[in-house]
Structure formats: structure tokens, C-alpha cells
């Protein structure tokens, strides 16, 4: 059994460029097999009238549910706007250390804060964040290097600021959590 | 490395107490949550956080309640309450009470992450300041405290070791030795030195006007009280207060500072509300206080409360290898506050300053000295400049012959050696002035 496996589910429609670009930066970053695949929630479940959103909690509960074979972290993307009771929305979120995480599209595009759309700004935004949660989940904390991935970003510009690489000291901490089987 | 900051989460709402944690741990904060203001305490009875996010309605004890709690156990504590339902009044509240911040659930992730920030400044920033404060202890220095006789350093050792505590103290000393210096002293060397030192002469206030000196009055506690006023002991929170003449309060005062000083809280004079202050309590007196207690003029509980620590300063007369030092400081301090340069001290002068017995102590050589700058040449201070003929049945004569020989140098001192106005003012001939001078074979200041 390979349990270097992380697996990428997605609910809801997302184009395929889409998954496979965000699919191969993983790959890049934890040099580990990278499955995609489609997973099926009932999402009306999880939706909040008042706030008209998404319970974050919920949904990270339900794809932890799930399991995949071979599938070391499962991460779930979504693109619908998630928020958790504290806070007005986040971009996602993740068991710090655990096996499964979430992310969301929703706020990543331009259009939401009346600009002119850019997918590839967007796809790239969408990388950072999926390779943020998964760090999460390997038990990265976040980070004080301005272009880490692994820093805090609570507007999409600050995850602009930043790359979609892990900095030196995130990395060695990544390897070290990991065993070194991510070192090349 | 930089300490890891610690959080608290007090929340009632599981979802909320596990969004924190979850947030607070992936910025690689040290999390701890509480389902109940009674558990938080309870947690914080045993280990120690940094911030102590909470929210206000709680079943049970609610945020506020929680807040006033902590802040009395540990008053620079940060703590910052969270509500679902935001009014001016609450908020207000909490703020009064203490909390660091206030916020309206729930909050966008970027003004949680800038109220952690802030906290965490305000926790770097007064670490700073602790570890400053630590730096500049060896830097305080007893400067007005003068003195090279092995009295004096006695003094100053007892100083040093008692500033660090905590304990009462009680001066002990004739007027005019210094009382209020040593425990200013005791203060600028002790951790409250950066909090009020605050000084009650007792003996000059009546029963009633001590009582509103010290514990304050509310607004209408008696005719011509128009405003609400601190009190001593209140303005001293913090710091220490100084008690002057503690001999000289009545009884009824002395059972009130008694109670005081045992819980530490007072009312206002005229108000119902109980006061908490933290002050040291230092005092000073000229009197035997043990004997006062035995003859039952001073109650022996206050007395044995107050005298935890006793300093005893002794009085000049007892010590004149001091004088030349004093005589120095206080020309210094005088002809700098005159604008002049420092001027010296003629021998005969300052011979006469040593044998003298100062009933009035430090205070009275610094006001001969004061004098003497003023009055005199301003190039140098003679024997003429000192006040000491009145005071001529103080000197340490102790025969008739030494009584005499003092007496005629001082009349000679007093008119510049001028034979005949001095043999005037003695109403003695200038033949018998002339034997007298041959016979204590006296001499001008300056040729001796």
C-alpha cells in the first residue's frame, strides 16, 4: 500500500484544467502521487439561511468521513463560500496534523470584488490554498516568511503576495514531520 | 526564540471554542479552551495565558463577571470578550473593567488575526518594559542620603535589604534626621519605585481631615465636599505611602488604619462602595512608639503591624564625622539652586559646625548652610555666616573657662575682630578683652 497517496476531491463542478493544474502543483511541492477525484455531498446540509454560506466545520467533518484507499490527506474543494461560526468566511481550512482538509474557490475570483476576472490569477490562488491546507494537515503551522505559502493570508491579496512554494525552514520542518519521505 | 504565546478560549458554544482552537493552532499559538467562565478559572488557577479570549454571555458567570475576577487576580492580564450582540453599554462595560478589546462576533479572519497581534505587542511591550525596569534597578541610587559614618552605612544596608520586601516599615529618629528621605529610599529602590510615593503628614491634619486624606470622601460626606476625592491610600496603589508623625493619630484613627492596613480596602468617607488598593505602608515617627504602647497611648496590634521592619537614624550629633559631607552636599545643592558657583567652607567654621549638637538635626545644619550662602560674601562661608551664637549654650563646653573662651571668639568672629565694638558688646574693657584673648589664645579664623 502506498500511503504517500493525497487525494484531491472535488464537489461540485470544477473544469478539468482546473483540477489538473492544481493537481500537478501538489505534486511539485510534496513530490508525492496526487489522485483527483469527485465526491458527492449533499451540501444543502451545510448551508446557513442566515449567513447565506457554508458551515466550514461541517464539511471538513464530512469529507474526514470519507475514506480513500492508499490516501495518506484527502483534501476537498469546494466552490461555495465557506465560514465557521467565529468568523465571517474563510478560504479554508484543515486538522492540523490530521489526515483531511478543505478549500474553496468562492472568494478567489476577481469578479467577487468587482474586477476584471483573471483565471490564471485565480488558479494560482487556488494553488496556494490547496498546498496551504494540505501543509496544515502534514502539521505545518503558518508561517512568518512573506512569500511562504505556509503564511496566514486573510484577503486574496495577501495571497497574492506569496508564493505557492514552501520556504526553506517550512520545508525542512516539512520533512522532518514527514519522515523525509517528501526529500527527493 | 520568542516565548510561544498562550490563549485561553472561554466559550460556551463548542463550534466557536474548536474554529479558535483550530485558528489559534495553526498560527502556532499554545490553545487551551473552557466551556464555562467557573472551568477558565478554575484552568487559570494552575497554569498561566497570555490572552484570554471569552465571550460575554456565558450561562452561569457570565464574560463580564469572568473579567473582573481575572483582572483582581492578575490585573495586567489581557483579556478580550467576544459577543454575538454588540451595545454601546456593554462594551463600555467591559472595557471599564479592564478588557483589552472588545469584539462583535463573528469577525472577519483579518480583524482576528490583528487583535491576536495587538495583544502580542502589548504582551512584548510590557515584558520590555519589566526587563528595563530590572535594568535600571542597579542604576537608583540613595543620593540625598548622606553619610560615611558606620551609622549612616548601617542605614543604607538596612534600605537595600528592606526595599525589595514587601514589609512595613517603621523610621524611627529625632526631627530633622531624615525620616522622610530613608523612606523615599526605601520606595525609588523597590519594585513599586515606578508607582506613587505618597506622604501624610499626620500630625498636621485634625481626626476628621486624616480620615478624608487618607480613605477619600464622596461627593456630599460632609459641608463643602462638592466633588467625589481620592484618598491617600488610594492614590498610592501600586506604590507605597508614607506616614508621617505616626505617633500623633487618635485612637479612632488608629483602629480604622489598623483595619486597613490588615484587608488592604477602605471606603470613601461618605460612600458605601469598598476600595481595593495594593500600597506598602511606611512610616515615621520621633517617638518612642513602645513606650507610647505601654503607657497604652498607642494600641500594641497597629504598633506590632507597622513594626515589622524598624530603621533607626541617628541623630547628627552622634555622628559629626558626617557634617564635612553634609556641609559639601548642602553647599552644592544651594549654590546651584542660587546660580553660583560652589563655594568652599573656612576651617574655623566648619570646626565650630562639628561641635555643635544640632538639636534640629540634618534640617537645621541645611538651613545654616542655605543661610550662610545667602548672607555671606559668596566667596567663601565664615564662622560669622553660621547662626550659632544664640545657640552657644548648646556647645560642648564643658567648663566655665571653655563656655567663656567659645563665647568671646564668637562675639570676635561677629565683628570681624574689631576690639573695641566687641569689648562694647561684652561690656568689658578693651584691657580685659586683650587678657581674655592672650589668655584661650584665640585667633582670626584665618591665621589659625
Excluded at chain 2, 528595563?132 to 534600605?159: F, H, P, W, Y
Excluded at chain 2, 556641609?327 to 542660587?338: A, G, H, P, Q
Aim: aromatic share 8%.
Amino acid at each position: 500500500m502506498n500511503l504517500q497517496n493525497i487525494t484531491l476531491v472535488s464537489f461540485g463542478y470544477f473544469e478539468k484544467d482546473l483540477l489538473e493544474k492544481t493537481a500537478e502543483a501538489v505534486r511539485q511541492e510534496f513530490h508525492g502521487i496526487v489522485n483527483v477525484r469527485e465526491g458527492h455531498i449533499d451540501l444543502s446540509e451545510f448551508y446557513d439561511p442566515a449567513r447565506r454560506q457554508y458551515n466550514g466545520n461541517g464539511l471538513l467533518k464530512q469529507v474526514d468521513a470519507l475514506s480513500f484507499p492508499d490516501t495518506i490527506k484527502t483534501l476537498g474543494l469546494f466552490n461555495v463560500d465557506l465560514f465557521i461560526p467565529i468568523l465571517t468566511f474563510i478560504f479554508g481550512q484543515a486538522f492540523l496534523g490530521g489526515r483531511t482538509g478543505i478549500a474553496s474557490l468562492y472568494r478567489f475570483s476577481n469578479e467577487r470584488y468587482g474586477m476584471t476576472g483573471n483565471e490564471l490569477l485565480m488558479l494560482d490562488r487556488f494553488k496556494k490554498e490547496v498546498i496551504h491546507e494540505l501543509g496544515h494537515t502534514f502539521g505545518l503551522i503558518h508561517c512568518h516568511n512573506p512569500t511562504c505559502v505556509m503564511r496566514s493570508s486573510t484577503y486574496v491579496e495577501d495571497i497574492d503576495q506569496k508564493e505557492q512554494q514552501f520556504c526553506l525552514h517550512c520545508r525542512g520542518n516539512l520533512e522532518t514531520l514527514t519522515g523525509g519521505f517528501l526529500a527527493e | 526564540m520568542a516565548k510561544k504565546i498562550s490563549i485561553l478560549v472561554v466559550d460556551d458554544e463548542e463550534s466557536v471554542r474548536d474554529s479558535l482552537y483550530s485558528w489559534f493552532i495553526e498560527d502556532g499559538y499554545r490553545v487551551e479552551c473552557a466551556e464555562n467562565a467557573k472551568k477558565a478559572l478554575t484552568i487559570l488557577e494552575s497554569d498561566q495565558f497570555d490572552i484570554v479570549l471569552a465571550d460575554i454571555k456565558m450561562p452561569g458567570m457570565d464574560g463580564l463577571e469572568m473579567l473582573r475576577r481575572i483582572k483582581a487576580h492578575k490585573h495586567d492580564s489581557i483579556v478580550i470578550v467576544m459577543t454575538a450582540f454588540a451595545t454601546v453599554d456593554t462594551a463600555v462595560k467591559a472595557l471599564k473593567d479592564g478588557a483589552f478589546d472588545y469584539v462583535t462576533k463573528p469577525f472577519d479572519p483579518d480583524d482576528l488575526t490583528h487583535l491576536i497581534r495587538n495583544a502580542t505587542k502589548q504582551i512584548s511591550l510590557a515584558e520590555e518594559n519589566e526587563t528595563l525596569k530590572q535594568k535600571v534597578v542597579t542604576l537608583e541610587n540613595v543620593e540625598d542620603l548622606i553619610g560615611n559614618s558606620d551609622a549612616m552605612k548601617n542605614v543604607l544596608r538596612e534600605v537595600e535589604s528592606v526595599a525589595q520586601t514587601n514589609s512595613s516599615v517603621i523610621i524611627t529618629g529625632e526631627s530633622g534626621t531624615g525620616k522622610e528621605l530613608v523612606a523615599r529610599a526605601i520606595h525609588a529602590n523597590s519594585p513599586r519605585k515606578f508607582f506613587p510615593f505618597v506622604s501624610v503628614h499626620c500630625g498636621a491634619l485634625t481626626e476628621s481631615l486624616l480620615e478624608s486624606e487618607l480613605f477619600g470622601h464622596e461627593k456630599g460626606a460632609f459641608t463643602g465636599a462638592m466633588y467625589n476625592r481620592k484618598g491617600r491610600f488610594e492614590m498610592a496603589d501600586s506604590g507605597s505611602i508614607f506616614l508621617d508623625e505616626i505617633a500623633t493619630i487618635s485612637t479612632k484613627m488608629q483602629v480604622e488604619l489598623l483595619r486597613v492596613l490588615e484587608s488592604k480596602t477602605f471606603i470613601r468617607v461618605g460612600g458605601n462602595k469598598e476600595i481595593s488598593s495594593d500600597f506598602r505602608v511606611i512610616c515615621a515617627t520621633n517617638k518612642d512608639l513602645k513606650n507610647m504602647v505601654e503607657k497604652g497611648l498607642f494600641r500594641e496590634d497597629l504598633f506590632y503591624r507597622l513594626n515589622v521592619v524598624n530603621i533607626h537614624i541617628p541623630p547628627l550629633r552622634n555622628r559629626i564625622e558626617d557634617i564635612p559631607l553634609l556641609v559639601d552636599y548642602f553647599i552644592r545643592k544651594y549654590c546651584t539652586s542660587m546660580n553660583k558657583p560652589p563655594i568652599p567652607i573656612d576651617q574655623a567654621a566648619m570646626n565650630r559646625l562639628q561641635e555643635f549638637n544640632f538639636p534640629g538635626n540634618i534640617r537645621e545644619l541645611e538651613n545654616m548652610i542655605e543661610r550662610a550662602i545667602v548672607v555671606g560674601d559668596g566667596k567663601k562661608i565664615r564662622l560669622k555666616d553660621l547662626p550659632l551664637e544664640k545657640t552657644i549654650l548648646t556647645t560642648s563646653a564643658e567648663s566655665l573657662d571653655d563656655f567663656e573662651k567659645t563665647f568671646i571668639l564668637q562675639i570676635l568672629t561677629k565683628y570681624n575682630w574689631n576690639i573695641s565694638r566687641t569689648a562694647k558688646a561684652l561690656k568689658v574693657d578693651r584691657v580685659t578683652l586683650y587678657h581674655k584673648i592672650k589668655k584661650y589664645d584665640l585667633k582670626p579664623a584665618d591665621q589659625q
